[in-house]
């Protein structure tokens, strides 16, 4: 492996579930590295693995693959054409899992959901372990910074589509309608979106939060709630009425909140 190489490392990333593999791309791209593709089949990575036009330097794999191969047939395949660091992800942390991912010798062993700092350090490493004449911190050939979008940073995904809203929940993202919100209230690092129908809590704070959602009608009215303003009911001098919840109105926030209304 050269040393003065002026092209990104690339990755390959073996994922079947889609919103994943886009979370994991945007990520990596914004630490520099080129995504050479995503497969959702053991099948499907090991075709473009074989592409001579996509070197590959090193593969992200999630474990549970559908298909006839899960990760860990995978990543021997793959290895069996030519060795490769793999990093395995996965949510199963069980020992007969560990067992048997230990037999392909991976580089790392993540568990989801995966952070960008734990991605890149162990990117990182598995570049250096593999390729040792790279000299030391130059892992990774660096490109200029890229600044994350607002969609994916700090460990939380927020998806729209015109009137909606998808929210990341466990492994799936659940659509609301924006009007559906009622109010948000902040805990912290984490903020609570409430509807009618349930709660979603997501590890954000309330001004991040405010920020991804500029397009919605959410005004704050206390250091620790804003409200959906097409659902405020009611207000007074220090309360506002959100389905029959009421929310305290700050003082300072109060000023904020009447310009919303015309005379």
Not at 163 to 176: E, G, V
């Amino acid at each position: 492996m050269p040393t003065n190489r002026t092209n990104p490392f690339s990755v390959l990333i073996v994922e079947d579930e889609a919103i994943l593999a886009l979370e994991l791309s945007i990520r990596l791209e914004a630490e520099g590295y080129l995504v050479a593709g995503t497969a959702t089949t053991g099948r499907q990575a090991l075709a473009l693995f074989m592409q001579p036009q996509f070197p590959i330097d090193v593969i992200l794999c999630d474990i549970n693959l559908r298909g006839d191969w899960n990760g860990i047939d995978t990543a021997r395949q793959l290895n069996n054409q030519r060795a490769v660091p793999i990093i395995y992800l996965s949510a199963l942390t069980d020992q007969a899992t560990i067992e048997q991912a230990k037999q392909t010798h991976p580089a790392a062993y993540l568990t989801k959901p995966v952070t960008t700092d734990s991605l890149r350090i162990a990117i990182e490493i598995a570049l250096s372990n593999f390729y040792p004449a790279l000299p030391a911190g130059q892992a990774v050939d660096q490109q200029p910074p890229v600044t994350l979008p607002l969609s994916a940073r700090d460990g939380e995904m927020i998806l729209q589509v015109d009137d909606y809203i998808f929210l990341k929940q466990n492994y799936q993202f659940i659509r609301l309608r924006q009007e559906d919100v009622l109010y948000v209230e902040a805990d912290d690092k984490y903020t609570t979106v409430v509807t009618r129908t349930r709660k979603f809590v997501l590890r954000l704070s309330l001004g991040v939060l405010l920020q991804r959602l500029s397009n919605m009608k959410l005004v704050r009215v206390h250091r620790s709630f804003a409200v959906n303003l097409p659902n405020v009911e009611a207000f007074s001098d220090n309360e506002v009425q959100v389905s029959g919840q009421n929310i305290p109105l700050g003082r300072v926030y109060k000023e904020e909140f009447l310009q919303n209304f015309r005379i």
